[in-house]
């Protein structure tokens, strides 16, 4: 017989522990963070004391996730409530930048505004200045938000004298209600792991999404 002939019948014969119970006083096995034998019973609390470590850090590691997402929730909340009383189109840009700044530690955030059915409102700032079609094709073409290295050097130039320095961004279009593509919103930092390819977008889709609302309330 080999190993896997014994684990095969000690599996399909459960009850052989208890016909022969004497042998697990007998049974020593080598000790797994030394080199004494110990009973198999002690083994077997080994076990289970290792997955319990393991599933205790498993735990700790969802509590911490559930509350950044708290934490995150009630940012989005914040801003919500800050956007949506804001008076005209330039009040709801200087919250939204403020909030993003303040709220979510977001160093560097710029939007550009292009919509055919309507002319940029009177005295508006950068956000209405002119979009090259192969930004509003990259836009439109975004199903997730973008997150990663500066790959648009016109995305980089929205942050002025910033832009040397900018190493990561996260890109989300603004759609209307038929999702039509009229804009995008741009988050920058220094650091290149701010905003990375693999990390999770659903917040940040959900921020696009708030941002388009609130948006179209004054276009």
Not at 86 to 111: S, T
Request: proline residues 7%; negative net charge; charged residues 20%.
């Amino acid at each position: 017989m080999d190993a896997e002939d014994v684990v095969r019948y000690l599996q399909d014969n459960p009850g052989f522990f208890e016909d022969y119970a004497e042998v697990l006083a007998q049974i020593y096995i080598p000790h797994p963070h030394g080199h004494h034998a110990i009973p198999i019973a002690e083994r077997q609390i080994l076990t289970l004391r290792e997955k319990s470590k393991m599933l205790e850090g498993k735990l700790a590691e969802l509590i911490q996730f559930g509350e950044e997402n708290d934490a995150i929730g009630e940012k989005m909340q914040r801003l919500c409530l800050a956007l949506f009383p804001a008076a005209d189109l330039q009040g709801l840009l200087r919250a939204l930048y403020y909030n993003l700044g303040e709220d979510f530690a977001v160093p560097h955030a710029a939007a550009r505004i292009w919509r055919a059915d309507a002319p940029a409102p009177e005295g508006s700032g950068p956000e209405f200045s002119p979009a090259s079609e192969a930004l509003r094709q990259y836009a439109a073409g975004l199903q997730h938000p973008f997150c990663g290295p500066v790959d648009h050097a016109e995305v980089a130039s929205w942050f002025g004298e910033a832009a040397a320095q900018v190493r990561s961004v996260a890109c989300m279009p603004l759609r209307d209600g038929n999702k039509v593509c009229f804009g995008m919103l741009a988050l920058a930092s220094e650091d290149p792991l701010r905003f990375y390819p693999e990390m999770g977008t659903l917040y940040l889709q959900r921020l696009g999404e708030l941002v388009s609302a609130a948006l179209l309330r004054h276009l």
